[in-house]
């Protein structure tokens, strides 16, 4: 394990935003803030910052009509799209407690809705990735497209972002199943997705927002398919898992707050990310219900 070549992302902005207070309910989730008490927003990428995150989320998973609705979309959605890039932006430049300033990874959402490849459609996905590049790209240093279920789509955001500056990581959300052979929640195989996504603009593979203990065995299998590419030096290999009990099919993923475990603390998730950094990893981090006191966490397996 390499650990000087370890990079922490951020955790759960959307939980975090909860936590401390912010404006918060669903459909809106993380949106809600921004639109009401952006300063919480920047409060929420210091508190990541400072407990050792070397990338920060644009807060734009929300700001799509799954979330806002169509009206404030058209209306909203590109002006929201750019202050939140800009939030993070400037969040960055102002942290001092680091050599350099940490990366902003432009989120790119699953657009047509969370853990649902069957609401999936290429020709409303469209207009809706250009508007969220767009409005993000004078500001990200990286994209991260993030809780991508589908070969499909994680093909054409592929295709928009490689007409850009910026690489792409590319964060897929698998099977909560602890029994079955990692997929994602399309059902496509992990080894399928790896193999038909990384390389070229895309230079790493995560996986995101699914339960915690299936992440090592999709860590496991997406490392073979990077070997057996040729890629293994040239993608990463990362893991941010969330903090919820499992989500099935058909999940509603903005129509309610889902509770959050009380059985993972910061240290045994720390435990966790080391198992993922032997099996492969190098981009270590958290997704919903993660929070700066499980980053600080992880900031300690640098100095391992």
């Avoid at 050792?52 to 799954?66: C, Q, S």
């Avoid at 902003?104 to 250009?130: H, K, M, T, W």
């Avoid at 992990?190 to 992440?215: H, K, P, Q």
Wanted: proline residues 5%.
């Amino acid at each position: 394990m390499k650990t000087q070549e370890i990079i922490i992302l951020d955790g759960g902005m959307g939980r975090e935003l909860e936590r401390i207070g912010a404006p918060f309910q669903q459909p809106e989730w993380s949106a809600q803030a921004l639109m009401e008490t952006p300063h919480l927003v920047s409060q929420v990428h210091n508190s990541f910052m400072q407990a050792g995150a070397e990338v920060i989320t644009t807060n734009t998973y929300a700001l799509v009509p799954f979330h806002i609705g169509q009206q404030r979309f058209e209306q909203q959605g590109a002006s929201l799209i750019r202050q939140a890039a800009q939030l993070a932006k400037q969040a960055a430049a102002t942290h001092n407690e680091a050599s350099t300033s940490p990366l902003v990874a432009g989120c790119i959402p699953p657009v047509l809705g969370s853990y649902r490849p069957d609401l999936f459609n290429i020709e409303q996905a469209a207009p809706l990735l250009e508007v969220l590049i767009t409005q993000q790209q004078e500001y990200v240093d990286i994209w991260i497209a993030e809780t991508i279920s589908s070969i499909a789509e994680a093909e054409i955001i592929k295709q928009r972002t490689s007409n850009t500056s910026q690489k792409t990581w590319m964060a897929f959300t698998i099977n909560d199943d602890l029994t079955a052979t990692p997929k994602l929640r399309s059902g496509e195989l992990v080894s399928d997705a790896v193999t038909r996504i990384a390389g070229e603009n895309v230079t790493a593979i995560l996986f995101n927002c699914s339960r915690i203990e299936v992440m090592e065995s999709a860590l496991t299998i997406a490392k073979q398919a990077l070997v057996s590419k040729g890629l293994e030096q040239q993608v990463r290999l990362g893991v941010y898992a969330n903090n919820f009990p499992p989500i099935g099919d058909r999940h509603a993923a903005n129509n309610q707050v889902n509770s959050i475990r009380n059985d993972i603390p910061a240290t045994q998730y720390r435990e966790f990310a080391e198992k993922w950094l032997h099996a492969g990893a190098s981009i270590i981090g958290g997704c919903c219900g993660i929070s700066p006191e499980h980053i600080r966490e992880l900031a300690k397996l640098k100095s391992k």
